[in-house]
């Protein structure tokens, strides 16, 4: 295995390059918590998992009943399926949290259960040893880090635009295509590591 070279080159001439990215200038080291997240209608059971919109409208509405009262005002991030983050516990290593909700679907109010548990502490400064290139410090020890900072950054995006994934899309200029769809541009975002540099690397993207 070859020995990573944290080394600039000096020959040639400089140039300069555009590029699909924004350094960060600092970003936090403090231990992110991993949760799994069980969603259900109260009294039974989803026959197949519902649309990411109304899972991410459900907890929406749990975070903004329970923040106060029940999670100490932390604010938790969720991928909409099973996983959410957050940047201190918000239950014990051990326990289950059990948090009730009602949310209102096309006119109809129904009741859900969410159940918070904690599945992983992640360490941030792992990145940080990484991209200094300290020995050690594999990409398969940084990516839960990098995948916790993509859906925080995510869930900013989903605010106001409609997200697939790590795509978002908005209606804003849009053109008609054949067929009586739309094309909507948007883009993709990805932290990515560099050399003693930590990134977000953003592309250009279409759906229809």
């Given at each position: 295995?070859?020995?990573?070279?944290?080394?600039?080159?000096?020959?040639?001439?400089?140039?300069?390059?555009?590029?699909?990215?924004?350094?960060?200038?600092?970003y936090s080291e403090r231990e992110i918590i991993q949760y799994d997240i069980e969603l259900q209608p109260e009294g039974t059971e989803f026959k197949k998992l519902p649309p990411p919109e109304l899972m991410r409208s459900v907890f929406d509405q749990c975070m903004r009943i329970h923040r106060a009262s029940r999670l100490g005002n932390t604010h938790m991030v969720y991928d909409a399926r099973k996983i959410a983050?957050?940047?201190?516990?918000?239950?014990?290593?051990?326990?289950?949290?059990?948090?009730?909700?009602?949310?209102?679907?096309?006119?109809?109010?129904?009741?859900?259960?969410?159940?918070?548990?904690?599945?992983?502490?992640?360490?941030?400064?792992?990145?940080?040893?990484?991209?200094?290139?300290?020995?050690?410090?594999?990409?398969?020890?940084?990516?839960?880090?990098?995948?916790?900072?993509?859906?925080?950054?995510?869930?900013?995006?989903?605010?106001?635009?409609?997200?697939?994934?790590?795509?978002?899309?908005?209606?804003?200029?849009?053109?008609?295509?054949?067929?009586?769809?739309?094309?909507?541009?948007?883009?993709?975002?990805?932290?990515?590591?560099?050399?003693?540099?930590?990134?977000?690397?953003?592309?250009?993207?279409?759906?229809?």
């Amino acid at each position: 295995m070859s020995t990573r070279v944290n080394k600039h080159g000096s020959a040639g001439r400089k140039l300069r390059v555009a590029v699909n990215h924004v350094e960060f200038t600092k970003y936090s080291e403090r231990e992110i918590i991993q949760y799994d997240i069980e969603l259900q209608p109260e009294g039974t059971e989803f026959k197949k998992l519902p649309p990411p919109e109304l899972m991410r409208s459900v907890f929406d509405q749990c975070m903004r009943i329970h923040r106060a009262s029940r999670l100490g005002n932390t604010h938790m991030v969720y991928d909409a399926r099973k996983i959410a983050y957050a940047p201190r516990r918000v239950c014990g290593p051990t326990e289950t949290l059990r948090l009730e909700v009602s949310h209102s679907e096309a006119g109809r109010a129904s009741k859900y259960i969410v159940q918070i548990r904690e599945a992983a502490v992640i360490d941030p400064s792992s990145v940080t040893r990484f991209i200094r290139g300290d020995a050690g410090t594999e990409m398969a020890d940084i990516q839960p880090a990098l995948t916790a900072m993509d859906l925080a950054i995510g869930s900013v995006a989903h605010q106001d635009m409609v997200g697939f994934g790590r795509s978002f899309f908005t209606r804003a200029q849009s053109m008609p295509t054949s067929g009586g769809l739309e094309l909507w541009r948007g883009f993709s975002l990805s932290v990515r590591p560099g050399m003693e540099r930590l990134f977000l690397n953003v592309n250009t993207a279409v759906t229809a």
